[in-house]
């Protein structure tokens, strides 16, 4: 197949970088932007991917994972850097995706819906900003990472074994069954 990434810019100026990829096989694209802000990342074939690598240096400020239906893995945060500009994520129905990062993306303030992601296991929301977090009704979530921002969490069927969330003083409704 061939791939092809987009790192645009908001003045739209730049060119798909495409490569040819073979299953099984790792390509690599370089922003040449010395500190991408404000970009639009597009990539083309998302149905084929299965891991973007570590996108946090990227500074995404809007992903939408819907046609990427083979993700497993997503790293949209980091310990080490904080992301001020992701303000929107979508995944849509993601069945074989198993890690979530976004950890420091602090103006991430939405609710987040999980529930088509029937294949999640471990999910970090630490210092983002999210107000509800919906999971898919039975699964394997075992690593559940939240913010204090948290109103709304529903946990139907999971056996979560490790949870954070370092304040409950937001949470107003809570809906755990296993």
Known sequence: TYLSVNFDSMSGSSKPIP???YKGEAKYFDNTKAKPDNDVVHIYNASQITDLGDLSGQYTSEFHGGSA???QRLILGSDDIVNNELKFLS???NKLLKLLNVK??????SDIDLSGCSGIEE???????ITALVLPKGGSCKTLHLPETITNL?????????FVMPNYSNLSTLRSEE
């Not at 420091?104 to 303030?109: E, I, K, M, R």
């Not at 999910?123 to 900003?129: A, H, L």
């Not at 529903?154 to 490790?162: D, F, I, Y």
Request: glycine residues 6%.
């Open 19 to 21: 490569k040819r990829a």
């Open 69 to 71: 239906t083979r993700l």
């Open 91 to 93: 995944l849509g129905n």
């Open 104 to 109: 420091n993306c602090p103006n991430l303030a």
């Open 123 to 129: 999910v970090y929301f630490d210092g983002t900003s």
């Open 154 to 162: 529903t946990v139907l069927n999971h056996k979560v074994t490790e």
